[in-house]
């Protein structure tokens, strides 16, 4: 399988991690940003990252899709063990839940944080407002925090006591953020940080979080 993009995207770090985990074999193509040309495009019609081609897979025909969510869950019915998404019903929900807190609302906040203090300035060179990124630290980011400090039960994962696509949603983008200046509190949310550090040093993401923490602060301090 290709996935177009760069796992300095939350998004497409989930799939490679989630594919990963899944002892799934993963070509990751540089796309986004202008980069990717027909094959991403046709894949992306929208050129969003991450998009998806399992060669052969439709009749004979490449198959593509674009969105995490779809990518991640093409992957794991094609793949079902180990399994990352729980069939019991009340489990199937709140990890579903769990991956569109992720998806939705910590990227509401971390992506603010992470385009307007690295994206734009760095890498688009303007269009930019530091001031959006500093609201959504001090007025958007601690309620998420409070949240999963209330709710990481003890065993340290999200649901069924056991690591699921809900973890991996939840952990990504916050890496993000704390590459910006937005690291998490430990003497405030202290169940919490150990939670996002626990699951970004699992081997499916440890190596990507280490090399991509590396290429955003050797920018930031260019």
Do not use: Q
């Not at 050129?47 to 052969?56: C, E, S, T, Y």
């Not at 590459?179 to 970004?200: C, F, H, K, N, Q």
């Amino acid at each position: 399988m290709i996935i177009y993009g760069s796992t300095i995207s939350p998004f497409v770090r989930k799939c490679v991690a989630f594919a990963r985990e899944k002892n799934v074999e993963i070509e990751v193509r540089a796309a986004g940003m202008g980069r990717g040309g027909p094959d991403f495009e046709e894949a992306s019609p929208f050129r969003k990252m991450p998009a998806l081609r399992d060669p052969g897979a439709d009749g004979g025909r490449d198959f593509t899709i674009s969105d995490s969510t779809a990518i991640v869950h093409y992957i794991d019915a094609k793949h079902p063990e180990p399994n990352l998404i729980p069939l019991e019903p009340i489990a199937r929900a709140r990890t579903i839940w769990y991956e569109e807190f992720g998806d939705t609302i910590v990227m509401a906040a971390g992506g603010k944080l992470f385009f307007n203090r690295f994206v734009g300035p760095k890498v688009l060179k303007g269009g930019f407002d530091a001031g959006i990124a500093d609201a959504a630290e001090r007025d958007e980011l601690p309620p998420i925090l409070a949240y999963l400090e209330s709710v990481i039960p003890n065993s340290g994962y999200l649901v069924e006591d056991r690591f699921t696509l809900a973890d991996l949603a939840v952990a990504a983008p916050l890496a993000n953020a704390s590459w910006v200046g937005a690291a998490i509190d430990g003497t405030l949310y202290p169940r919490t940080a150990s939670y996002v550090e626990a699951i970004l040093a699992r081997p499916s993401l440890a190596d990507l979080v280490e090399r991509d923490r590396a290429i955003v602060r050797g920018m930031m301090e260019a």
